[in-house]
């Protein structure tokens, strides 16, 4: 066992962890950020995707040990005096959600799209979140989505 | 009527929950004192259990006791009831449960699991259900005759046929014979997973007093109480299904799930709570799929275009357990005139078990596999007699309030609009205009329709009820059973209430944990039938509430009842405006100046009674087996790649006879997110097995869903053709949305080149083959053009 | 090979993250058999879930930094270090000069796993179906390795000994890829075909060599059709010993079909690959020879 120490949402959270254990797994049973979510376990479905020290990764496919000292933000980090982000605002108001169990990733990772590329074009929407399933089929709504959410993004 | 919620494009209520992460799945869930477990599956097809060692299992530390089938000797299930908890002697597909671990940690229950160690003594196996219906073929339940199963279901014992159904109307044989053109055809499809993303997990406690409290991530709770209570013996009110966010279920959390398991695990292990969840290959391998198929048809038509017989064969491969697909069975014989009047029809479905994962009920079950054989066989029939399809399908059309459907209902007039589907989707389509010539000359562009129809695959007793129970500011609670695992049906039936209060719609809640305790009944949420029936329940409830509330009104404002009217949260006198009280003063009794108070606190019952549906003959199908129709319809246009065979959509349009849209926003997301599922089954998804029954594929990487990269752009088309008993005239319609893709995706391709696609998936190799085998001309005058281009660029250059 | 687990904790292991390369090489020659070096950690993480490997030490490299660096020396080539991921690899100008690579490296996975994937990991895992080693072998890349006992370099071709198996003796560690300086007149491309997968069914990266009309030299390797990437040398033969190559595209493709390598498996059929095989060979001639 180890001590890690990470900024989560911006906050600085410890935890006594094992060698094996993932990222995932300390995140979700040991911080209790239950936002990221699995449904393969294996760096397919994407949605365990967090921010790590400003890129995504997909925590299952990351040590715990590796992450220490990283900053992590994920979809409850979005949220500011319990309002949600535009990207948030944007996915709710244009239905880009079904279940919900993909939501997280798919906030997280567009939130990021959006923060480096405010314009992005349809194809490279396509291609930045080709790593993440939604079964629901709920694709063409986080299209729309992203488009609702630009303009905030524009104007940061 | 224009409302002021409904019809209105309103989020989901949960959605800023969902949004912002913060939505607590059942995944997400933990209990105090929590144990873990893990299951040990089978590697062998089919075989008995020689030994179980756990010896060395039990040294890891952590480890509280590793649990196996003759220990809980339980046969289970809803429909066929012929499941085991974990393998009972013997083992009948590679991933058969046969023995769990349950340990402290995750950790310590999976490194136990890697020590058990089973010996077995391999049986003869059986994977192709055509084989298996024979005499003599291995058995793969010896005594199913024993099994608890709701009698509808016939299995055929001593065989390996789980249900036999058949459906008979008018004379086939003479039809066949009178017909000019007889279509004569297999279809087959494989094998495809429901890909939830939230895989199935159970937390299980049961007490010391013998009360079962469960956790689960299944569509509705009061199913799993009854397949509890049933299989266990023990009375319904000492069992409580509570249900948080689930991930998703598309007909693969309705049927029989691990709840049973993970509760007597839970009892052997000290009355501690258990939790299990499957990792995504144990749900391939070890949790039940969609069923392979096969279908044998023979089709008659007459030279002007009148489908007059129809003779059909299906055969289901339901693997090792056919507990739901046994339901699927009769669904897709009932469902096989699709949305014509055929006069003429015999229909035999055979569920059949084989070595394989075992299989259940996936979104749209039974009509997606009957629709993907009518639809083509109209098609092929319509080029055979030299016509366009689209009159071909206008011809046979059902006709409300006259046709007759294949189990002998006459249709009502109210129950929907095909031929107003059907002409929208060709408008939008563009059809009979040809499509824009592809750049590239070694691709083509085709249209292609199909059309389908849906009711609720149910017994025919199958209530609902609803409650609504007011607060003391006048807020109000919604009770139902219905299930929320992505359709949003809680948010329209929460816009129906504040529509009918004339509250805000904020007013209405929702809780987000499904209770068997503290919800009125619900039958199920399956078949797209939530809005429609759990609708009706609320609407009944409403009315309920509202006859009370009117009471005290009356006797508060001394004025009769028929003077009273609800507007905006408050009851008025009629024409006198400002004679009112508000709800909240009403609602938990009315107290007078001088505190003397009458009433008291308001809570409204409704109940929902499928009132039309019967039983159905035993030996010809006849009767009505659901409680409504939706009828609807998918059209593409989509570009196929001669060079590899690849498929892909351009557009599509979806129209659907919703008979009343509640929510706009919401039936938007079906029609795309259907469209989406179908098109990923139809062109990618195949679970495929060796030759010993493993799965080959149990992971996303080579069981392929579509990703976003992968959709095209869906075009929504609103029929709205009132239904008289539905909610606002509403149907349900969730189903339905992906049925008619494939189909539509094939008829494209047969429509523009004559090859027939007979088999799903349709991959680039699947097409490429089919191709290859039928017009293989194309094929190398693809790779000419090619090379041609190609020139021509250099040319350029 | 199966793919999926039904695990969802790792084996025990102790974790290692060296500073040095000395002290990164130290660590392996101690544990030898027993460690396994992480860059990424994809495919490692992966291969331990599916229990298919359970090393008692797991070395992280990413403490190293000159095995972060992608450095590119005109007429040299460029040397991409082991912990260089394949998004940072795409973002340095200098690849583009490496068309087949450029096009492997901005397509593998998805941009999430790019993120951590790393090229020498892509190549080290050595699973049949991997993208970079047709690219890497068609630009004739060699991998540097070292060990406490000195240095080696070895083509890709040769590095890449079977399914998973790669050349690679206990207490030694690749530290950089190093692909040479492409040839005057050269251009090459790669390219895959991988509708309904994540990995590709066929792949294919062609290096071409230009003199006027004709092809004077060409590579065409093949990967995701066997156990190992395979060489067209028929089929390059013919392309070059032809006066006018537009010509005779189809028949390279052709005759690559036939004489490569070529097996069944959950992703396709022997048949259609060798189908693909043939229209993948048209497509890459066509971008490299346009």
Not at chain 2, 377 to 398: C, F, P, Q
Not at chain 2, 703 to 714: E, F, G, H, M, T
């Amino acid at each position: 066992m180890r001590e890690i120490t990470l900024t989560v949402n911006g906050e600085r959270r410890k935890a006594m962890v094992k060698d094996n254990e993932l990222l995932l797994d300390v995140l979700r049973d040991k911080l209790y950020v239950k936002s990221v979510k699995a449904a393969c376990w294996r760096g397919e479905c994407g949605l365990c995707t967090v921010l790590m020290n400003d890129r995504l990764v997909k925590s299952c496919l990351v040590l715990a040990v590796e992450a220490d000292g990283a900053e992590i933000l994920t979809a409850e980090g979005l949220v500011k005096d319990g309002e949600p982000s535009p990207i948030q605002k944007a996915f709710i108001e244009k239905g880009a959600l079904q279940c919900g169990f993909c939501t997280p990733a798919f906030v997280i990772s567009s939130h990021k799209l959006l923060t480096m590329n405010p314009n992005p074009s349809d194809e490279e929407i396509r291609s930045f979140l080709s790593g993440l399933i939604c079964r629901c089929g709920t694709y063409n709504q986080i299209i729309e989505a992203i488009r609702g959410a630009q303009k905030a993004y524009a104007s940061r | 009527m224009a409302g002021k919620f409904v019809g209105k494009p309103i989020p989901p209520q949960d959605a800023f929950l969902k949004a912002t992460g913060t939505a607590p799945y059942n995944y997400d869930i933990e209990l105090p004192g929590m144990l873990y477990a893990k299951l040990v599956t089978s590697t062998v097809p089919h075989g008995r259990i020689k030994r179980i060692n756990v010896e060395e299992a039990l040294k890891v530390p952590g480890v509280v006791k590793v649990v196996t089938g003759k220990d809980i000797p339980y046969m289970v299930g809803m429909y066929a009831g012929d499941r085991d908890l974990l393998a009972i002697e013997k083992v009948r597909w590679v991933g058969h449960p046969v023995a769990a671990v349950i340990a402290e940690s995750l950790e310590a229950a999976e490194r136990a699991a890697e020590l058990v160690d089973v010996e077995y003594e391999e049986l003869p196996a059986v994977f192709d259900p055509l084989e298996a219906m024979k005499p003599g073929a291995p058995l793969i339940h010896e005594h199913m005759e024993k099994y608890r199963r709701l009698p509808v279901f016939k299995p055929v014992p001593g065989t390996n046929i789980a249900n036999k159904f058949r459906v008979v109307r008018g004379d086939v044989e003479t039809a066949l014979k009178e017909a000019d053109i007889v279509i004569e055809e297999e279809f087959h499809i494989k094998h495809v997973s429901h890909a939830f993303m939230e895989t199935q997990n159970v937390i299980a406690h049961w007490h010391l007093d013998g009360t079962i409290e469960i956790w689960t991530s299944w569509q509705n709770p009061n199913p799993v109480r009854q397949i509890m209570a049933e299989s266990f013996g023990i009375p319904y009110n000492k069992i409580i299904v509570k249900i948080p966010f689930v991930g998703g279920g598309f007909g693969g959390k309705a049927g029989l799930g691990w709840e049973a398991l993970v509760a007597v695990l839970s009892r052997e292990a000290g009355h501690r709570p258990v939790k299990l969840v499957l990792s995504r290959k144990e749900q391939f391998t070890s949790g039940a799929c969609r069923e392979g198929f096969h279908a044998f048809v023979k089709a008659g038509f007459k030279k002007d275009g009148r489908f007059i017989a129809y003779d059909v064969k299906y055969v289901l491969d339901a693997g090792g357990y056919a507990d739901y697909t046994v339901n699927v069975g009769r669904a897709v014989a009932y469902s096989a005139d699709g949305s014509y009047e055929i006069p003429n029809i015999r229909c035999e479905a055979y569920t059949v078990y084989t070595n394989k994962v075992p299989t259940t009920a996936l979104r749209g079950f039974g009509y997606s596999e009957s629709h993907w054989v009518l639809e083509q066989v109209i098609e092929r029939a319509a080029k055979k007699l030299g016509m366009d399809s689209a009159e071909v399908r206008r011809i046979n059309l059902i006709k409300p309030g006259v046709s007759i459907t294949a189990t002998g209902e006459r249709l009502r007039e109210d129950v929907g609009n095909p031929r107003k589907v059907l002409e929208s989707i060709l408008q939008e389509i563009g059809w009979g205009k040809p499509s824009e010539k592809p750049k590239e000359p070694w691709k083509i562009r085709a249209k292609g329709v199909a059309l389908l129809v849906k009711g609720p695959a149910q017994p025919p007793k199958a209530p609902s009820s609803a409650a609504i129970k007011f607060n003391e500011d006048g807020t109000i609670n919604l009770l139902v059973s219905t299930g929320n695992f992505g359709q949003g049906t809680v948010t329209a039936l929460a816009q129906i209430v504040a529509e009918e209060f004339g509250v805000p719609l904020e007013s209405v809640r929702v809780d987000w944990i499904r209770d068997t305790h503290s919800a009125p009944y619900s039958w199920q949420t399956v078949g797209s039938r939530g809005l429609f029936t759990d609708g009706i329940a609320v609407l009944n409830a409403v009315k309920d509430a509202k006859r009370q509330i009117f009471k005290v009104a009356s006797e508060a404002l001394r004025c009769p009842e028929e003077y009273l009217e609800l507007v905006n949260g408050e009851v008025r006198v009629k024409g006198k405006p400002w004679m009112k009280i508000p709800l909240k003063d009403i609602v938990m009794g009315y107290s007078y100046p001088d505190g003397t108070s009458i009433g008291g606190p308001i809570i409204g019952r409704g109940v929902y009674m499928s009132v039309h549906t019967t039983n159905l003959d035993p030996e010809t199908g006849q009767g009505h087996p659901t409680i409504f129709h939706t009828y609807g319809g998918t059209g593409v246009e989509i570009e196929l790649d001669l060079l590899t065979g690849e498929i892909k959509v351009l557009k599509a349009v979806q129209a659907f006879d919703i008979g009343r849209v509640i929510n706009p926003l919401l039936l938007k997301q079906q029609f795309h997110g259907g469209f989406i599922m179908g098109m990923s089954i139809a062109l990618f998804e195949e679970i495929k097995f060796d030759e010993r029954g493993w799965v080959l594929n149990p992971n996303f990487t080579s069981y392929y869903v579509a990703r976003i990269k992968d959709v095209p752009p869906v075009v929504e088309k609103f029929v709205e053709t009132p239904q008289a008993d539905g909610p606002y005239g509403a149907r349900g319609v969730g189903e339905l949305t992906m049925i008619g893709v494939a189909p539509a995706i094939a008829n494209a391709i047969f429509n523009a080149i004559g090859v027939k696609l007979n088999n799903l998936p349709m991959t680039p190799e699947e097409v490429w083959k089919a191709i290859k085998a039928q017009r293989p001309d194309l094929i190398e005058k693809a790779v000419k053009e090619y090379q041609k281009k190609m020139k021509e660029v250099k040319a350029v250059a | 090979m199966s793919f999926g687990s039904p695990w969802f904790t790792l084996p025990e292991f102790t974790y290692h993250k060296p500073k040095t390369l000395k002290e990164a090489l130290e660590l392996l020659d101690k544990y030898g058999e027993e460690a396994k070096v992480m860059a990424g950690g994809v495919g490692l993480l992966a291969f331990m879930k599916e229990r298919l490997m359970a090393p008692s030490h797991v070395i992280d490299l990413k403490g190293v930094p000159e095995l972060g660096q992608a450095i590119y020396k005109e007429g040299e080539g460029l040397t991409i270090g082991a912990t260089v991921t394949l998004n940072e690899l795409a973002r340095y100008g200098p690849l583009k000069k490496f068309g087949a690579l450029h096009d492997a490296v901005r397509d593998i996975a998805d941009p999430i796993i790019r993120n951590r994937a790393t090229l020498v990991g892509n190549l080290c895992e050595a699973i049949p179906w991997v993208d970079t080693p047709p690219a890497l072998i068609a630009l004739g890349a060699e991998v540097e390795i070292r060990s406490l006992k000195g240095e080696r370099r070895v083509p890709v071709k040769d590095f890449i000994k079977g399914p998973v198996e790669i050349d690679l003796e206990p207490g030694e560690l690749v530290t950089a890829v190093h692909v040479p300086e492409p040839r005057r007149n050269s251009r090459s491309r790669f390219i895959k075909y991988n509708t309904g997968s994540e990995f590709a069914l066929v792949s294919v990266a062609a290096n071409v060599v230009m003199d006027g009309g004709r092809v004077r030299d060409v590579s065409l390797v093949y990967g995701a059709v066997s156990s190992t990437p395979q060489v067209a040398v028929k089929a390059a033969d013919a392309l070059k010993s032809a006066e006018k190559p537009w010509e005779v595209l189809d028949e390279v493709g052709r005759i690559a079909s036939e004489e490569v390598e070529a097996v069944s498996d959950v992703l396709a059929s022997e048949e259609y690959r060798r189908h693909l095989i043939r229209v993948l060979t048209l497509r890459v001639l066509r971008e490299v020879m346009g």
